[in-house]
């Protein structure tokens, strides 16, 4: 007998008991983005290889290890889209959307990268992606944050995230900084692992960051950045930290704090969390200016941040006394040949009546105790009963599934009228 086929390493299935709380996730995130006035943009799953080595950088880890890279028929040289900025800013130059313009965007999708999975981290991953076009100024830098902490207090777990900042410059006060960063990581050979030696020729910044508690005394005794950047720079961060200052929201400048990607100037941030673990990061992004010159356009500015969703689900199954999301309202019991057709009948006169209603019938048969059995596994408030003695007397019952209550015997139009008032 033949092997049975399984999900390939990485790629994982979220099943119906699971797509529940990721729907109301996803609810909340399209309300807090609507409230702030972004729109929202759909982008190809795949993109020319060019776009990503152009923008990304071709001695990246992502280029060099991670992206799953093909060819087409062809010959074209094709690849699943790694992270979501480098599309979405492509889609608004090629339909000329950043031609003194303002735009603020997001985008939702699966992204795909080959790396090792792990608790949170995925081969293919579902990414919320929000992008800012055309403001040079800190004040959109401080909205994204913003939009951030909103979203977490909807979500209940702001007091699971901290956020931490830095600057990375203009790119002539990152390049003077790089060579001195070099220059002194250039003394402590012996102290580097093999991952930073080879980043120490390509993307040394990168250093800083790194996960290896062996080194953490070589990097904190690193040259700071902030001591490279210049009067605009600073004073750009300095606006950002001062409105966060003034609405009370709290964080922690990290001068460590790098991006994995080239693209990045002036301000960077994250979100990070205690309770995943070593994948401390739920949400990164910060400003891209260059980025959009790299990609053939002109002078201009951009900034976002990317959230991955199966880190952010983690963290809200750490939430213990958050609600669980149920995908029904309401379950019907039916049983005998009358009520069996009835109940169809009022089956859609509910839907009709109570859009936002979610009601599932029992389909199959049954006995009335496994009728109720399935009722209570759906997840449902309450089981609407309906037999042939129901039928003749034009009522149906109504019971409560999650509370000691007694159970209601109504007109069809009571009960309606019941289920909207609970709904509403």
């Not at 040259?223 to 605009?232: D, H, R, S």
């Not at 959230?307 to 029904?328: K, N, P, Q, Y």
């Amino acid at each position: 007998m033949a092997n049975n086929i399984q999900a390939i390493r990485g790629m994982h299935d979220v099943l119906p008991d699971q797509t529940p709380l990721w729907q109301a996730t996803e609810q909340t995130l399209r309300e807090v983005l609507g409230s702030y006035g972004y729109s929202e943009i759909r982008l190809p799953i795949v993109e020319k290889t060019e776009l990503f080595k152009r923008s990304i950088g071709e001695v990246t880890d992502i280029v060099e290890k991670e992206m799953y890279t093909f060819e087409d028929r062809n010959g074209d040289s094709l690849t699943l889209r790694p992270e979501g900025t480098a599309g979405c800013l492509r889609a608004c130059l090629e339909h000329g959307l950043l031609h003194n313009q303002t735009h603020r965007l997001w985008y939702y999708g699966p992204m795909y990268r080959h790396e090792r999975p792990q608790k949170g981290r995925y081969r293919q991953f579902i990414q919320l992606g929000v992008e800012a076009y055309g403001m040079a100024g800190p004040d959109i830098d401080a909205e994204l944050i913003l939009i951030m902490d909103r979203l977490w207090k909807r979500l209940g777990i702001r007091n699971k995230v901290s956020l931490q900042l830095n600057s990375l410059g203009t790119i002539d006060e990152r390049l003077v900084y790089r060579s001195r960063l070099v220059e002194y990581f250039e003394q402590h050979l012996e102290q580097l692992d093999e991952d930073s030696l080879r980043r120490l020729k390509t993307n040394p910044l990168r250093i800083l960051d790194t996960k290896n508690p062996a080194m953490r005394d070589v990097v904190v005794n690193a040259p700071e950045l902030m001591a490279y950047l210049g009067t605009e720079s600073l004073e750009h961060f300095k606006a950002i930290t001062t409105v966060l200052d003034n609405l009370g929201i709290d964080y922690t400048i990290n001068t460590r704090l790098v991006r994995g990607l080239d693209y990045y100037s002036k301000t960077v941030f994250e979100w990070v969390t205690t309770e995943l673990g070593s994948q401390g990061t739920v949400c990164a992004g910060g400003r891209y200016d260059t980025l959009i010159e790299q990609l053939g356009g002109k002078v201009g500015h951009g900034i976002g941040f990317a959230m991955g969703m199966e880190r952010l689900l983690a963290l809200l199954e750490t939430v213990t006394d958050s609600v669980t999301v149920s995908s029904v309202d309401a379950y019907m019991v039916r049983t005998g040949q009358i009520a069996e057709q009835e109940s169809l009948r009022f089956a859609e006169t509910l839907r009709n009546e109570i859009p936002a209603l979610k009601l599932q019938v029992n389909c199959g048969g049954g006995s009335f105790k496994s009728q109720f059995k399935k009722a209570d596994k759906s997840g449902a408030t309450y089981a609407i009963i309906l037999g042939d003695d129901e039928v003749s007397r034009g009522e149906v019952g109504i019971k409560f599934l999650r509370d000691e209550q007694a159970q209601l015997n109504l007109s069809q139009q009571a009960a309606i009228e019941f289920l909207q008032e609970k709904l509403s």
